[in-house]
């Protein structure tokens, strides 16, 4: 019996880390460069608390509309107005696309990853759910493109250099309507036009926990537009959830937030490496915006901006290279992660298919976008 416990629990410890090969990942890239720069009191300044505090928020008030069955009426919506299979993706993703303009990539992702979810499976066109789930990422990582919020490292880009607004605006425009183009394209191209039929019966809504989980969402948003403190955003949503829905708070992907974790970790140790920052700076040299493309695929769009951004005064090309540098692999960028960890979630038996998937539509968008920008 002694021996037994102890066995059980390394299989438990074992099966924890296999079903989050994400995390698992992340943290052994931060032990690796943990060994090659040492934990000291620069650590504290690679987490971005007010990201991961507004992740936890999203995450635990989706977890509260799951709870109610929101996503199932959501999704009945989508498809009593779109009707077929083709049209209900391109909305879909549109909506992603334009939600990341206003609430950021990795939160539109949260919000509408889902509804994509929940459109699919009950209308059984399961054989849509890769395809769907990676447009649903490319739109969100290059919908954030066009606003100085949209995606983080436009905030720290925009304010690092005060560029005006309407000259940002300018800049990421021409990619901006390429990618509308191409997600466009796709979705008509690889999506039938399949009438939809919903498999579920109607569900009611609790009218009261829908409003106050729609509070509790307006909230995160408020945090996110740095409205009010993040602070008391961590405070107020989950003692609310906590009297309203503990199974919410129960139910939020912690693993997502390890891996964010362990990923400032590696990236922040990896911009403290000399041998790294002499390598781009000797790229920059050669050109901002493929060297800023290059180095996202390594540490991602977020790390790349912070790291860049100390090299060059280039702003115009440096920012345009980390927004579609965030197409690529799946490390380009952290959205990314949270598209694979809701997927693998769903579907934990297709790691490669969503993966093979996920690098053809990424590098072919990331290459014709890089062409483009690069010819212009």
């Known amino acids: 019996m002694t021996t037994a416990a102890p066995e059980k629990k390394h299989l438990r410890v074992f099966k924890f880390f296999k079903e989050n090969a994400v995390m698992s990942i992340a943290l052994a890239a931060a032990i690796i460069t943990g060994i090659i720069v040492p934990p000291d009191r620069e650590y504290i300044g690679y987490f971005d608390f007010k990201t991961l505090t507004c992740l936890f928020c999203v995450l635990a008030v989706v977890c509260a509309f799951r709870n109610i069955n929101f996503f199932y009426v959501l999704a009945r919506k989508v498809v009593s107005v779109f009707k077929n299979a083709r049209l209900s993706v391109i909305a879909l993703v549109y909506i992603t696309f334009i939600g990341s303009m206003f609430i950021a990539n990795d939160m539109a992702l949260l919000t509408f990853l889902p509804l994509g979810y929940f459109v699919l499976t009950a209308t059984n066109k399961t054989e849509y759910m890769s395809f769907t789930f990676v447009m649903q990422n490319i739109a969100a990582n290059l919908g954030g493109m066009l606003t100085p919020f949209g995606n983080p490292q436009n905030l720290y880009l925009y304010t690092k250099f005060g560029i005006p607004t309407n000259e940002f605006m300018q800049i990421m425009f021409p990619p901006f309507i390429l990618s509308i183009i191409l997600i466009t394209a ?17 569900t009611p ?3 009261r926990r829908t409003v106050l989980y729609s509070i509790l969402f307006v909230l995160s948003i408020v945090i996110v537009f740095r409205v ?7 405070v107020i949503i989950p003692a609310v959830l906590l009297f309203a829905d503990r199974k919410a708070l129960k139910a939020v992907d ?11 970790i590696f990236a922040g140790n990896m911009a403290r490496i000399p041998a790294v920052n002499v390598l781009f700076s000797s790229l920059l040299e050669k050109s901002t915006l493929l060297s800023s493309v290059l180095s996202c695929q390594v540490i991602s769009n977020v790390p790349s901006a912070i790291l860049l951004s100390q090299f060059t005064e280039d702003y115009a090309n440096l920012l345009v290279g980390v927004n579609i540098g965030g197409a690529g692999t799946l490390i380009a960028s952290l959205a990314s992660l949270i598209t694979f960890r809701e997927y693998l979630k769903h579907n934990p038996g297709k ?15 990331l290459g014709i976008l890089t062409v483009f920008m690069y010819i212009i």
């Open 254 to 264: 912690y693993p997502l937030l390890l891996t964010f974790v362990f990923f400032f």
């Open 186 to 202: 796709c979705c008509i191209i690889f999506v039938k036009p399949e009438p939809l039929f919903l498999c579920y019966a109607k």
């Open 351 to 365: 790691t490669r298919h969503y993966i093979i998937i996920f690098s053809v539509f990424n590098f072919a968008f």
């Open 228 to 234: 009010i403190p993040y602070q008391l955003g961590l």
């Open 205 to 207: 809504l609790n009218p």
